[in-house]
């Protein structure tokens, strides 16, 4: 393993300047005028691995964008690792917040700051150079496959379909992935749990055209106003969320569970300090770890409506929106949860309206046991790199396809995640320190091979 | 009389086209872009004035936008008639929903349609228009002075401050306003009182920065949820309005003032019809006409924050924004709800979110009685061309300046307003019906016959 780790300290500064090339690449899933870019990005990925030392890799066409695949089979009897990853990122407003164009990577205080500089393509990366790194120096333990998609940050709709097309193509021992965060630089931990979402926007008409607020207000329902209520009654005074059957599903830990999670460090002062809040808030009972990791909540995306320019115009408007989503625990159905939701939002809204609900995205959660034989040789790569075992962890965020993967190619997930809280992915300024980056780089192949052994043995 | 019908039967096309060389310039005073329209729209009046017939007239500066000011002195001894009107427009957005553009004023089914067609180019310019034929057939029969102002529709901030330094020029008998509605085309009114107006913004901000609905949602305090609540808190279950004080200055009518009001023509089903809602909503115990009459309301004219984008981009933001107006009634006084609603506002806010108040504009209401002088000679007048008497009513409108004038100028105003409801003045699609133009202009000198009259009496 010395030879690999001296091949990446030869070629740290050009694995960075790589990460670059894809990172300037501005390929944002939810927005249509950026369907050049996920081809392109898909090509940068092909070309990544092929160099790397793949024996093949192509671009296979969806009805969305395009899935890279890739794999490097040295010995049919030996296990396989799966790299799943995605192209896409997030889109990019407000715009004015950031310091530095999120698509011209820059280094400052030892960290990338870009659009997909953590999500995903600086995690995902690590996986393409850990493999160069392996192959060049005659050091890969056993067969990796890759899967690098474009469509994860709006709900990966094509995948499933993906998988259910390659099957036998897809076949692994396990898959492995970098898409999630760990505690602090110096307490690594795994993500074991995930959160499932339902994601839905609400359209709320008053009268057909925009009124003078004057000569019809407090006559006629403002579409506004309605609107506010309608999300404030969501929830009631303990934050708990008023859908009728939201909670049936949920699964309560046990005292024992709880108290094992509330080992995890944390500190609620520089929790705060870091957001500049005065107070944290959430469902009554629970502590914050819990509200994240183990609770389902419901957090108004975006609202929009009558005027926002400049001044003071006096208007009753015609519509008001807001986009809702839902983080959701084992085992609540997504697909119950919006249904569940479109049904009580139409239930609630008065008379003087009209009320559309639309489902625009959602996914399954996902849990995972940390006996098992890839929990234990991604344990043991983390204790080699970083001097300490990780620790297990639940986090808030969803990556729905993970579930699918167990449901339709019957093969489990590790992630190993090396993000930080800091990292504000999805937000303006996302960054992912240098530290990380190479120390993920550097985990990934003592991963392999201990599962390798593992399976060997 | 004859003569000045004649006048105006001749002159019709003309008058026309130059009401639309008004409407051509986009004076929209809330706009910053616009400044260069509003001097532009200043010199348009003033020349209209002048050719018209004015010994006088004049662009006089303010710290916003100038005030034309012009006058035909004929006999001291003689009553005089002050014209206050504005030459400023509102907004147009949304803008894709005019079906033609809102600064090319366009003639379809026998309506003027365009952005100040009725508020308060059309309106005002029947008043230049009336002066110009009473002047030409020598049958102006008082004094006229003409005040035309570019910020009524932010609130005429600078307007008190004109009237006291112009105490002297602005002596008038009455003050003749043509800026209101009336019921119908068959059915002409004078409006006797006008709500006062209140307006905010408030600015929700939750953690300092967006961050990742998934990693924090549940934890950490949503603005645009504590926004909605806050929202929905400020009026309860019979849409009576929360805020402590609010209702304490409240002139609470008379059975008997309200059984009057009740006479008023009104159709609630034509009314719901007109804007295409399934029920009216509004506080409990109040006719729809009482409610935008003689009740104050509270309504969110604009609201947005966090993603309002295409697709489903999860963030839990880190600010919220709402301008909220609340229309006043004799004798709230302005201020003072600003101020009650400001300490309301931040007094609700939980301490997991930060809140800023800002003041907007504000204005005081106004009533005026039925036996005087002036509203004698309106009501004479629309007999003399509607062939009926009209109806006094209370507008739910605001225009804050009326209340200034009586304060500062000691000048009682007469309200002659020729628009309709269905006028849509501050949205989309904005109109004027030919009818009312003409018929307006037709009515004016008679007001000012009856008027003089009366005085000379």
């Given at each position: 393993?010395?030879?690999?780790?001296?091949?990446?300290?030869e070629?740290?500064?050009?694995?960075?300047?790589?990460?670059?090339?894809?990172?300037?690449?501005?390929?944002?899933?939810?927005?249509?005028?950026?369907?050049?870019?996920?081809?392109?990005?898909?090509?940068?990925?092909?070309?990544?691995?092929?160099?790397?030392?793949?024996?093949?890799?192509?671009?296979?066409?969806?009805?969305?964008?395009?899935?890279?695949?890739?794999?490097?089979?040295?010995?049919?009897?030996?296990?396989?690792?799966?790299?799943?990853?995605?192209?896409?990122?997030?889109?990019?407003?407000?715009?004015?917040?950031?310091?530095?164009?999120?698509?011209?990577?820059?280094?400052?205080?030892?960290?990338?700051?870009?659009?997909?500089?953590?999500?995903?393509?600086?995690?995902?990366?690590?996986?393409?150079?850990?493999?160069?790194?392996?192959?060049?120096?005659?050091?890969?333990?056993?067969?990796?496959k890759?899967?690098?998609?474009?469509?994860?940050?709006?709900?990966?709709?094509?995948l499933?379909?993906?998988?259910?097309?390659?099957?036998?193509?897809?076949?692994?021992?396990?898959?492995?992935?970098?898409?999630?965060?760990?505690?602090a630089?110096?307490?690594?931990?795994?993500?074991?749990?995930?959160?499932?979402?339902?994601?839905?926007?609400?359209?709320?008409?008053?009268?057909?055209?925009?009124?003078?607020?004057?000569?019809?207000?407090?006559?006629?329902?403002?579409?506004?106003?309605?609107?506010?209520?309608?999300?404030?009654?969501?929830?009631?005074?303990?934050?708990?969320?008023?859908?009728?059957?939201?909670?049936?599903?949920?699964?309560?830990?046990?005292?024992?569970?709880?108290?094992?999670?509330?080992?995890?460090?944390?500190?609620?002062?520089?929790?705060?300090?870091?957001?500049?809040?005065?107070?944290?808030?959430?469902?009554?009972?629970?502590?914050?770890?819990?509200?994240?990791?183990?609770?389902?909540?419901?957090?108004?995306?975006?609202?929009?409506?009558?005027?926002?320019?400049?001044?003071?115009?006096?208007?009753?408007?015609?519509?008001?929106?807001?986009?809702?989503?839902?983080?959701?625990?084992?085992?609540?159905?997504?697909?119950?949860?919006?249904?569940?939701f479109?049904?009580?939002?139409?239930?609630?809204?008065?008379?003087?309206?009209?009320?559309k609900?639309?489902?625009?995205?959602?996914?399954?959660?996902?849990?995972?046991?940390?006996?098992t034989?890839?929990?234990?040789?991604?344990s043991?790569?983390?204790?080699?790199t970083?001097?300490?075992?990780?620790?297990?962890?639940?986090?808030?965020?969803?990556?729905?396809?993970?579930?699918?993967?167990e449901?339709?190619?019957?093969?489990?997930?590790?992630?190993?995640?090396?993000?930080?809280?800091?990292?504000?992915?999805?937000?303006?300024?996302?960054?992912?320190?240098?530290?990380?980056?190479?120390?993920?780089?550097?985990?990934?192949?003592?991963?392999?091979?201990?599962?390798?052994?593992?399976?060997?043995?």
């Open positions: 393993m010395e030879k690999v780790t001296a091949y990446i300290n070629n740290k500064q050009r694995f960075l300047d790589e990460l670059f090339g894809l990172i300037r690449i501005p390929s944002i899933s939810s927005i249509a005028d950026h369907k050049p870019d996920m081809q392109r990005a898909a090509e940068y990925w092909k070309e990544t691995i092929l160099k790397a030392g793949a024996t093949k890799a192509e671009i296979i066409a969806t009805p969305g964008n395009p899935v890279v695949y890739g794999e490097k089979i040295i010995d049919p009897s030996k296990p396989t690792v799966l790299v799943y990853a995605h192209y896409d990122v997030m889109p990019v407003d407000p715009i004015d917040l950031w310091k530095s164009p999120p698509f011209e990577p820059e280094i400052r205080d030892e960290k990338i700051f870009a659009r997909g500089a953590d999500d995903d393509k600086g995690q995902s990366f690590m996986h393409a150079k850990a493999f160069e790194a392996m192959v060049q120096t005659g050091q890969l333990p056993c067969n990796v890759f899967m690098i998609e474009g469509e994860e940050e709006i709900g990966s709709p094509n499933e379909q993906f998988c259910r097309d390659h099957k036998d193509m897809l076949k692994a021992d396990i898959i492995l992935v970098s898409d999630t965060g760990m505690i630089q110096d307490i690594p931990s795994i993500t074991v749990g995930l959160r499932g979402l339902a994601y839905l926007e609400v359209e709320v008409t008053g009268p057909n055209r925009d009124l003078h607020s004057g000569l019809f207000g407090g006559a006629v329902a403002n579409p506004i106003n309605v609107l506010s209520k309608m999300i404030a009654s969501l929830t009631d005074e303990e934050n708990r969320i008023t859908i009728p059957g939201f909670y049936d599903k949920v699964i309560e830990l046990s005292a024992e569970e709880r108290s094992e999670m509330a080992k995890a460090p944390f500190e609620l002062e520089e929790y705060k300090k870091a957001i500049d809040i005065k107070e944290v808030s959430g469902e009554e009972g629970y502590s914050t770890i819990e509200r994240t990791g183990i609770r389902p909540t419901l957090d108004v995306c975006g609202i929009w409506g009558g005027y926002t320019g400049e001044g003071a115009k006096t208007v009753l408007p015609s519509k008001a929106y807001a986009k809702i989503s839902m983080r959701l625990v084992p085992n609540q159905e997504h697909e119950e949860i919006s249904e569940l479109a049904r009580h939002f139409e239930s609630i809204a008065p008379n003087s309206v009209k009320v609900v639309t489902n625009l995205h959602g996914g399954q959660g996902y849990v995972s046991p940390t006996d034989k890839d929990y234990k040789s991604a043991l790569a983390y204790e080699k970083f001097g300490k075992m990780p620790i297990p962890t639940r986090s808030g965020g969803s990556i729905p396809i993970i579930s699918t993967f449901r339709v190619l019957g093969t489990k997930s590790i992630l190993m995640g090396f993000g930080l809280e800091s990292d504000a992915i999805h937000s303006p300024n996302e960054n992912y320190p240098l530290f990380n980056f190479y120390k993920g780089l550097e985990t990934i192949p003592w991963f392999y091979k201990y599962f390798t052994e593992d399976q060997n043995a």
